[in-house]
Structures are given as structure tokens and as C-alpha cells.
């Protein structure tokens, strides 16, 4: 009775990671879409994501500090649904078009506490869950974040088409979103297992808030910096060079804010680990520590960047490609790509989880890499021959109450083909990566582990928006797609150089 209470609630929390995703993700790329904003642009706003890469910096404190009136992490828990819920309904009040910035700025708010999320949630998950439920617990938080996803992602999208769903606007969209999340954090409050109690930690509150903010101030100065020396410096170096080429002044510009961003990176990190060191944040220092003394730490932090980078590189414009690129509508993108491809990838990540109970992790880790590479090839194939290769079925008009086709509508063969394989593939990989990373935590720093992994892992899915946007434009979806495949090989190498540690974490006892 215990274990299926706490895969339940593992599925539960999925959901709640998973729907505000969407909403500054694919989602957002369609309103955009929809609102007539340019594709580099688009790709420029996948950087709202940045706080999922570094959230670890803030985790350290969700590690040292409890809310007060509710069990362990279930204080955050709460404290962060209901912000969201605050945050997606000021969203939904602000133009795209008319308040670029401001809309902007709080899909970037958004995606912070959506991050902030996470931390708490996925420590919560590795404390709850014994070594032996990973597996099927990281299978069925893929589950729960994929519905969400179907919510907030598939759904959306056919309640949008005005021709064959329900003809809503975005905003209405939104604000049931902050319906449904103001909800979770009532389940969350009220119904999740309890956590053994930990230890009380005594003696550096203080320094930790304080090397919170040395951190913080150190990462707006490298903003500030990079902001005023940035430009002039990418044009110094860059300038004539673009100049001489053949593209376009507007995409020669992306490629200069582009090497202003990468620069930008390069100059903060640095001086955020010493300002850490030097302020003495003494809970980050510990956590990352802990990490660091592990046998090939470095080298498994490198495999977490890369194995889902090529998947990610051909999903960052992927609703852009199937309504510009391809010419799909609203409501087939959404029924295709949205439900029924969302709903493949529960089964990839059950069908997964249950795979990696014969397989192993690493083993389960290569092979479902494999297919993830593979699966890219068929957004190449689509992006060649374009849409009615394998012809169309037609999909029947429904009234469910929620969500509607108002006439049947075609539904392209290839479209479906591709849809199966990429979400299937992707469902399992997502579930071995999840256990991979559960694994490589401590239990005395989940939260600060697990966010520095998950952040490493989440570089490729924000990282590459801006780049995917401009080589999009530059090369063309083809080579694009051609490009993202061969970014799978280096993960698929790294995994076999690191069998023997990999297969050492199933059997190590939990630290």
C-alpha cells in the first residue's frame, strides 16, 4: 500500500512539474507563432529557460531551509505552485506583440519558480523513493509530466484552432493553467507521503543567505558587463566577417547577440564559483563536494549534457518547423504531435521503466540512446519530402466537453509516423536518464545534486534555442535535422567508455 502511495504521488508531481513547462516552452512557440513573431526570435525566447541550467545556485538554500506549517519540502512545494499560479495569470494579461518585454520578463519569472519547482520536487522524489523503485518511479514521473505536458502542450493547441476546436485565445488558455496549478498545490499541502525527519542543521543559515547573495550580485554584474561591453566586442571580432558573407543584416545580428550570449556565459560562471568560494556558501560547497569526490564525476557530468542534446536540438523550433516549415494546421499539429505524441511517450517511458528491469541502467541507457538518434531522421525525412508522402487518414469529429473537433479533420500519414517513433524513443530515454541522474545523488544534498545534474542536463533543451533558430534559418530544416542526429553520437561513445562506472551505481549502496 505504501510503494503505490508513493509512485502515485511520484506521478502526481510529475504533473505539476510538467504542465508549467509547456507554457514557456512549445506552447509559447505556438502563441508566438500564432502572433506573427519571426522564427530567430522564437528561437531567442527559448532562453526564458535559463534558470532550469542554474538553479542549482539556489538549491543549496531549499537544501538548508524549511518552510514553516507543512511536512519537509512540502512547504516549497506549495510556496512555488501557488507563485506560478500568480505568475501565469499575469501572462495571460500581457500582449506578446505590444509588450514584447514585459512578456518576456515574466515568462522568464515564470520559468525561475517553475525551476524552483523542480529542485524541491525532484529532492523530494530521491528521498522518497528506495533504489529498488527508481526504475518504475522515474517511468512514472515521465508519465505525469507528459499528460501535463498533453494539457498544457496538445490541448491548448486544439482549443486555440478557431476552425476546429474550441476557438479559445491564449489568455483563456493561461488562466486555466493557473487554475489547475493553484489545485496542485492544494493536493500538495494535503495528500503527499511524509519524508523521514533529517537531522536540524545548526550554525550557518546566515553564510548561506549571505553567499546566496555574493553569488547573485556577482551574476548581475556579469549581466551588466556583458550587456555594455558585449556588442561592441562580438562586432569587433565578428563584424566584418558576417559583413562579407551572404546573409541577411537580421541573421548576421542574431549571430552577433548570439556569440554576446555564449561570451556573456563564459565571463559569469567563473565569477560566480569564486564568489561562492569566497563567501563561503557553505551548503552549495558541501553539496557539490560530495559530487565531485565520486570516481569520473567530471566525465559523467559531460554524458549528462550530451545525451539528450541532439533530441533536444530537434525539438527546440519543432512547432515552428510542423506550422511554417511543413504547413501543418493548429488543431493536426495539436491532435498529432500534441496528444497522440504525448500519450506515445507515457507508453515510451512505462514501456522504459519496465525494459530497465531486464536491461540494467546502462544497457537501458545505450539502447534507448540509440533510438533516440535515430528517431531524428524522420523529422529530416519530413523536412525533405514534405507533407502526404504516406498519404492521410481521417480523424472523426469529437465533443469530449473539455476538448472538441468541430469536423473531421486529415491527419498526415508521415506526420504520424514520425510522431510515433520520436515520442516512443523519447518516453524511454527520458526514464533511464532520470534513474542515471537519481542515482548519482546523495541523500544528505538531493536538492543541490540533483539540480546541478538536472541543470547540466537541461543545457541542450535551452541552450539550443537560440543557435537551432539561427542555423535553421541559415542552413534549412534539412541539414538542421541531419545536424541534430549526428549531435547523438558523442552521448552513445561516452556511454560505452563509462560501462563499468555506470554499471557500478546499480548495485552501490546509497550515500
Given at each position: 500500500?505504501?510503494?503505490?502511495?508513493?509512485?502515485l504521488a511520484?506521478?502526481?508531481?510529475?504533473f505539476?512539474?510538467?504542465?508549467?513547462?509547456?507554457?514557456?516552452?512549445?506552447?509559447?512557440?505556438?502563441?508566438?507563432?500564432?502572433?506573427?513573431v519571426?522564427?530567430?526570435?522564437?528561437?531567442?525566447?527559448?532562453?526564458?529557460?535559463?534558470?532550469?541550467?542554474?538553479?542549482?545556485?539556489w538549491?543549496p538554500?531549499?537544501?538548508?531551509?524549511?518552510?514553516?506549517?507543512?511536512?519537509?519540502r512540502?512547504?516549497?512545494?506549495?510556496?512555488?505552485?501557488?507563485?506560478?499560479?500568480?505568475?501565469?495569470?499575469?501572462?495571460?494579461?500581457?500582449?506578446?506583440?505590444?509588450?514584447?518585454?514585459?512578456f518576456?520578463l515574466?515568462?522568464?519569472?515564470i520559468?525561475?519558480?517553475?525551476?524552483?519547482?523542480?529542485?524541491?520536487?525532484?529532492?523530494?522524489?530521491?528521498?522518497l523513493?528506495p533504489a529498488?523503485?527508481?526504475g518504475?518511479?522515474?517511468s512514472?514521473?515521465?508519465?505525469?509530466?507528459?499528460v501535463?505536458?498533453i494539457v498544457?502542450?496538445?490541448?491548448?493547441l486544439?482549443?486555440t484552432d478557431?476552425?476546429?476546436?474550441g476557438?479559445?485565445?491564449?489568455p483563456?488558455?493561461?488562466?486555466?493553467?493557473?487554475?489547475?496549478?493553484?489545485?496542485s498545490?492544494?493536493?500538495c499541502?494535503?495528500?503527499?507521503?511524509?519524508?523521514?525527519?533529517?537531522?536540524?542543521?545548526?550554525?550557518?543559515g546566515?553564510?548561506?543567505?549571505?553567499?546566496?547573495?555574493?553569488?547573485?550580485?556577482?551574476?548581475?554584474?556579469?549581466?551588466v558587463l556583458?550587456?555594455?561591453?558585449?556588442?561592441?566586442?562580438?562586432?569587433?571580432?565578428?563584424?566584418?566577417?558576417l559583413?562579407?558573407?551572404?546573409?541577411?543584416?537580421?541573421?548576421?545580428?542574431?549571430?552577433?547577440?548570439?556569440?554576446?550570449?555564449?561570451?556573456?556565459?563564459?565571463?559569469?560562471?567563473?565569477?560566480?564559483?569564486?564568489?561562492?568560494?569566497?563567501?563561503?556558501?557553505?551548503?552549495?560547497?558541501?553539496?557539490?563536494?560530495?559530487?565531485?569526490?565520486?570516481?569520473?564525476?567530471?566525465?559523467?557530468l559531460l554524458?549528462i549534457?550530451?545525451?539528450?542534446?541532439g533530441?533536444?536540438?530537434a525539438?527546440a523550433?519543432?512547432?515552428?518547423?510542423?506550422?511554417?516549415?511543413?504547413?501543418?494546421?493548429?488543431?493536426?499539429?495539436?491532435?498529432?504531435n500534441?496528444?497522440?505524441?504525448?500519450?506515445?511517450?507515457?507508453?515510451?517511458?512505462?514501456l522504459?521503466g519496465?525494459?530497465?528491469l531486464?536491461?540494467?541502467?546502462?544497457?537501458?541507457?545505450?539502447a534507448f540512446?540509440?533510438?533516440?538518434?535515430a528517431?531524428?531522421?524522420?523529422?529530416?525525412?519530413?523536412?525533405?519530402?514534405?507533407?502526404?508522402q504516406?498519404?492521410q487518414?481521417l480523424?472523426?469529429?469529437f465533443?469530449?466537453?473539455f476538448v472538441?473537433l468541430?469536423?473531421?479533420?486529415?491527419?498526415?500519414?508521415?506526420?504520424?509516423?514520425?510522431v510515433?517513433?520520436?515520442?516512443?524513443?523519447?518516453g524511454m530515454g527520458?526514464?533511464?536518464?532520470?534513474?542515471?541522474?537519481?542515482?548519482?545523488?546523495s541523500?544528505?544534498?538531493?536538492?543541490?545534486?540533483?539540480?546541478?545534474?538536472?541543470?547540466?542536463?537541461?543545457?541542450?533543451?535551452?541552450?539550443?534555442?537560440?543557435?537551432?533558430?539561427?542555423?535553421?534559418?541559415?542552413i534549412?530544416?534539412?541539414?538542421?535535422?541531419v545536424?541534430?542526429?549526428?549531435?547523438?553520437?558523442?552521448?552513445?561513445l561516452?556511454?560505452?567508455?563509462?560501462?563499468?562506472?555506470i554499471?557500478?551505481l546499480?548495485?552501490?549502496p546509497v550515500?
Open positions: 500500500m505504501m510503494r503505490a502511495w508513493r509512485l511520484v506521478a502526481l508531481l510529475g505539476a512539474s510538467g504542465l508549467p513547462l509547456a507554457l514557456t516552452g512549445q506552447a509559447m512557440q505556438a502563441w508566438l507563432t500564432t502572433a506573427g519571426d522564427i530567430a526570435t522564437i528561437g531567442f525566447l527559448g532562453l526564458v529557460g535559463l534558470p532550469y541550467t542554474f538553479k542549482f545556485l538549491a538554500l531549499m537544501d538548508r531551509f524549511e518552510l514553516p506549517g507543512l511536512p519537509r512540502r512547504g516549497w512545494m506549495v510556496l512555488t505552485q501557488l507563485l506560478l499560479a500568480a505568475l501565469l495569470l499575469a501572462l495571460a494579461a500581457t500582449s506578446p506583440t505590444d509588450a514584447t518585454r514585459a518576456a515574466l515568462a522568464v519569472a520559468a525561475f519558480v517553475s525551476a524552483s519547482q523542480d529542485v524541491v520536487i525532484d529532492a523530494y522524489r530521491t528521498e523513493l529498488a523503485e527508481r518504475l518511479g522515474a512514472l514521473n515521465v508519465a505525469g509530466y507528459r501535463a505536458m498544457s502542450g496538445g490541448l491548448a486544439i482549443w478557431a476552425g476546429q476546436g476557438g479559445w485565445s491564449w483563456e488558455v493561461y488562466r486555466l493553467m493557473a487554475a489547475l496549478m493553484a489545485a498545490a492544494v493536493v499541502a494535503l495528500l503527499l507521503p511524509r519524508l523521514p525527519p533529517r537531522p536540524r542543521q545548526h550554525g550557518r546566515l553564510r548561506d543567505l549571505i553567499g546566496f547573495a555574493a553569488v547573485l550580485a556577482v551574476v548581475a554584474l556579469g549581466v556583458s550587456d555594455r561591453f558585449g556588442p561592441p566586442l562580438a562586432h569587433a571580432l565578428l563584424g566584418g566577417w559583413a562579407a558573407s551572404t546573409l541577411s543584416p537580421a541573421l548576421q545580428g542574431r549571430w552577433l547577440d548570439l556569440a554576446v550570449l555564449l561570451g556573456g556565459v563564459a565571463l559569469t560562471l567563473p565569477l560566480a564559483a569564486w564568489a561562492a568560494r569566497r563567501a563561503r556558501f557553505q551548503t552549495l560547497l558541501a553539496g557539490l563536494g560530495d559530487y565531485f569526490s565520486q570516481p569520473g564525476a567530471v566525465a559523467m554524458l549534457v550530451l545525451y539528450k542534446l533530441d533536444a536540438f525539438g523550433l519543432l512547432t515552428p518547423f510542423l506550422l511554417k516549415g511543413v504547413g501543418y494546421g493548429l488543431a493536426e499539429v495539436g491532435v498529432v500534441k496528444l497522440i505524441g504525448l500519450w506515445l511517450t507515457i507508453a515510451g517511458a512505462l522504459g519496465a525494459l530497465m531486464r536491461l540494467g541502467l546502462w544497457r537501458a541507457l545505450l540512446g540509440v533510438l533516440q538518434m528517431s531524428n531522421l524522420g523529422f529530416w525525412w519530413l523536412a525533405q519530402g514534405g507533407r502526404g504516406l498519404g487518414m480523424l472523426p469529429a465533443d469530449w466537453g472538441k468541430a469536423a473531421a479533420t486529415p491527419v498526415d500519414g508521415g506526420l504520424l509516423l514520425v510515433v517513433l520520436e515520442n516512443l524513443s523519447g527520458t526514464a533511464a536518464f532520470l534513474a542515471f541522474l537519481m542515482s548519482l545523488c541523500q544528505r544534498f538531493t536538492a543541490t545534486q540533483f539540480a546541478l545534474l538536472s541543470a547540466f542536463a537541461s543545457i541542450g533543451r535551452v541552450w539550443v534555442g537560440p543557435l537551432a533558430g539561427v542555423l535553421a534559418q541559415t534549412g530544416w534539412p541539414i538542421f535535422f545536424l541534430s542526429t549526428l549531435l547523438a553520437l558523442p552521448a552513445l561516452m556511454l560505452w567508455a563509462l560501462r563499468a562506472p554499471r557500478a546499480e548495485a552501490a550515500r
